[in-house]
């Protein structure tokens, strides 16, 4: 088969049709960027909102993946030690549970991305203060703008831009039950709420539900080929909510959300996310006309892979699924090739499948793993000869 596009590459391996190689999406967070980065002489390394995807080309993406749900700024966003940052929703960001860097050190963790060796663990911001903790206050909040040109306005850009050789995907997520648990109601309170307030814990959701409604339908009528919505509800060996949960209190809002998706237009792509083990939930996925499922962490069901591709590979597409938990933080160079060949043979057979790994390259990964995993996919990843042949 002739090389094709980036952009072509992905929208067939999406619709299970044959592709020259297997399509690529890498996504980091700001420490491992800049590491990479300098090796290819890249000093705009910004990530999260209006992020700059050169260097992520540069590695081979196939597809453009634009955040703007409410992950999208405080994951990414500097804040120091005893700061708290609120964001749009409301919602307070620090520190919280980890201690930091003080200036001292930090010059001294950025001494370690020098080396071609680990990277010392990087604090992570977590919310720290929650807006909606009883009826009252969501009776008076007041939910963001969906039409906020700050969040939507840059992805204009990236269409004009871009469009014509990449795939072009927005991220929304975190979208229901985790912005509910995680940002605006608090993980304890929520699990609490599900059983003592359930009224309050639908209102967030309903919320939550027309918010990202109208916010996705606004960048959909801008051109993009795929939505990326989800939450994180797979913990390492099970859901964190039973299926029958999920089913009562996601399946239907989701489903509300992509009639409305499909009535702005009827082509567009749906990716469904969720971190750790959601495999109870695929079947679910299918019958929403989800078209991609991932990232595959391979925990819990989710380590069956080749099972899970033989029941669901020709109903829906898989992205991911190399492990960046133990393996390419950890593993030698050996066994990273390894593993991306494991990964390879497991989902990318028959088509309908992108490799990625199954979440963010972070700050703790040695940059010979790193490549290893680039020359690997390269390796492995092209359909008529081994393991693809």
């Keep these: 088969m002739k090389e094709l596009l980036p952009r072509e590459r992905f929208a067939r391996a999406v619709r299970h049709e044959k592709v020259d190689r297997v399509p690529l999406l890498y996504r980091m967070k700001s420490e491992a960027k800049e590491k990479i980065a300098r090796i290819y002489d890249i000093h705009d390394t910004g990530t999260g909102l209006k992020h700059n995807p050169e260097l992520e080309l540069r590695l081979g993406n196939d597809a453009i993946i634009y955040q703007i749900g409410i992950n999208a700024e405080f994951s990414h966003r500097p ?8 964001n749009h929703f409301g919602v307070g960001y620090g520190k919280s549970g980890l201690r930091g860097r003080t200036e001292e050190e930090h010059k001294e963790f950025v001494k370690t991305q020098d080396f071609w060796g680990p990277a010392k663990v990087v604090p992570e911001n977590f919310p720290n203060h929650h807006p909606i903790t009883s009826m009252e206050e969501l009776k008076n909040y007041t939910w963001p703008d969906p039409a906020d040109e700050e969040l939507i306005g840059p992805i204009r ?6 469009q014509d050789e990449y795939y072009i995907m927005v991220d929304l997520s975190s979208t229901l039950i985790e912005a509910a648990y995680a940002h605006l109601v608090g993980t304890q309170n929520f699990f609490l709420f599900l059983f003592d307030q359930p009224e309050l814990v639908h209102g967030v959701l309903d919320g939550l539900t027309e918010y990202y409604t109208e916010l996705g339908k606004n960048v959909i009528d801008m051109g993009i080929d795929m939505i990326r919505v989800g939450d994180d509800v797979g913990a390492q060996r099970s859901m964190m909510i039973s299926p029958q949960q ?16 499909r009535k702005a237009n009827e082509d ?5 996310h969720s971190c750790g083990d959601y495999s109870p939930i695929i079947g679910d996925m299918i019958e929403l006309g989800v078209h991609l499922s991932g990232l595959m962490q391979p925990t819990g069901g989710n380590r069956f892979q080749a099972e899970l591709k033989k029941k669901f590979g020709d109903d829906i597409a898989f992205i991911g699924g190399f492990d960046v938990q133990r393996l390419l933080p950890r593993g030698q160079v050996e066994q990273i090739r390894q593993g991306v060949l494991e990964v390879m043979k497991n989902l990318a ?3 309908g499948y ?10 703790d990964v040695p940059i010979q793993n790193i490549f290893a995993m ?7 990843g092209t359909y008529g000869k081994y393991p693809l042949n």
Excluded: C, V
């Design 268 to 272: 567009i792509h749906i990716k469904l």
């Design 79 to 86: 804040i120091a030690i005893g700061e708290t940052w609120y």
């Design 354 to 363: 992108i490799f990625s790994p199954s979440h963010y390259i972070l700050a």
């Design 246 to 261: 999920w089913r009562e209190l996601a399946k239907p809002r989701f489903d509300y959300m992509f009639s409305e998706y």
């Design 157 to 162: 850009t990236l269409i004009e831009e871009y």
């Design 374 to 380: 680039l020359e690997a996919q390269r390796d492995f």
């Design 349 to 351: 057979a028959g088509n």
